[in-house]
């Protein structure tokens, strides 16, 4: 079970539909800056385009 809390909810995930998301937009993490998400732009041929890079600080 995987939490997520924001200032006034908190949500929670199962383990398989973590893995499915993770999977389903190729979510991943960048070896150049430790504790980055890389979200990739893919488009209707499945074609990665460019990637958004996102820190998170827990």
Known sequence: MFEIETNTTRIFF?????AYLI???RICT???WPRA???WQ??????????KIM????
């Open 14 to 18: 199962e383990k398989n539909q973590v």
């Open 37 to 39: 998400t890389v979200f």
């Open 55 to 58: 820190f998170y600080d827990p």
């Open 30 to 32: 960048s070896k150049y």
């Open 42 to 51: 893919i488009d209707d041929r499945e074609r990665i385009h460019t990637g």
């Open 23 to 25: 999977n389903e937009f």
